[in-house]
């Protein structure tokens, strides 16, 4: 009989991170983090604990609600977000309760909070705080507008993409602004998030003490905006919303089938011909209008109704095959549900099932993976969403050592 072989180690093995997140943009970052294997600590207030528990719909006995019914309901969100972490509770108001945050500091290596500037100081447990007890800390904050704006101000993914531009980046020109439907700005902040703790926590090991690092909502979204020049377009007189094309890369954006809508992408001269000769008009390669890419772009109306007048008297399928077996880059556009349930994404684990702590995996729903494959390391979770405070006794009892009695007094007290 074989020895069994050990599954790989995430490649953050051996990191721990002390977690004051909470909402969305924060438990993203410190989510990521624990996908790729590091021990994450989440700290919630014993009242209650993280707003995402009380956040519908629920996953219960009695399958999807969108109220709480039973002890076995757990939200939805709650179960996506935290994954693979240990919660325990610590009401950080209460008298004592900073320095149990510190002995978790002390052995910790990275301290993640999005709370809005200035309250993190004002409990006590700000960088300076914690760098004060442990020297060697990454200390990451995620806030709206960065830790030199005025404190206190607070941001929602909505008021991000208002103040970025984003809005009426999409869109025809008649078109109110438009929210990007997924949450863009709690999303991407916490990548770069993750990027600058990587980037301190190998920094560390040159110098041999942390930093603070400090993320904007409104940066990094504003810092994706900005991957377009829209001034030199807006100079230029180019249209700033272009609806479901982009002319300046004609032909390029969504055009209309029987049933449904492709995107396709033919923006250099060889992409248009094949795609010419694959609609069967060939002769329109020669033409002035479309055998260059300036041309094309000058008139962009024109081969966009020659394509559309092509695919939309087809169904979807039939012009996804045409085109791509011409080569040409064309997909169906999907919806979420479709999109998430991709054969080679779910193969992938880059979405996973949700599972439920007592119910186990829900029949049906996926949430996110972590969509980066290594040579030599794993990435995943260690488990389902932990209940409010479910790792008290693992965390500060084995962990830090406080004894029965303490936490006894702790518990009795409301400080855990």
Known sequence: MSTPV?????????????????????PLATLILAGLGATVIKVEDPAGGDSARTNA?????????????????MAL??????????????DLKKPGAREIFFDLVRGADVVVENFSTGTADRLGVGYESVR??????????????????????????????ALSGIMLASGAPEDPPIRVGVPVADGVAPLYAVIGILAALASR??????EHVDISMLGVLTCLVATEDWVALERLGQPLRTGRTLP?????????????????????????????????????IDDPRFATRDGRVHHHEAIEEVIESWSGDRPVAEVVAVLQGAGVSAAPVRSPAEGVQDPGVVARGETLPVLHPTLGEIPGLRTAGIPIRFSEHSTGFSGPAPGLGGDNRAVYGERLGYSEERLAELARAGVI
């Open 57 to 73: 719909p629920y996953v219960g006995a009695d399958g999807l609600t969108m109220s709480s019914r039973s002890d076995t309901d």
């Open 248 to 284: 300046r890369l004609a032909p390029f954006g969504l055009f209309g089938c029987r049933d449904g809508y492709v995107a396709i992408v033919a923006p250099q001269d060889k992409m248009t011909h094949d795609l010419l000769r694959a609609i069967g008009r060939p002769e329109l």
């Open 6 to 26: 050990p599954a790989p180690a995430g490649p953050l093995e051996g990191i721990v991170v002390v977690d004051l997140t909470r909402a969305l943009a924060g």
């Open 132 to 161: 004060a007890v442990n020297e060697r800390i990454v200390y990451c904050s995620i806030s709206g507008f960065g830790q030199d704006a005025q404190p206190g101000v607070r941001a929602m993914d909505a008021v991000i993409q």
């Open 205 to 210: 090991e040159q110098t041999g003490t942390g």
């Open 77 to 90: 969100a709650l179960l996506n977000r935290c994954r693979g972490k240990q919660s325990v509770t610590l």
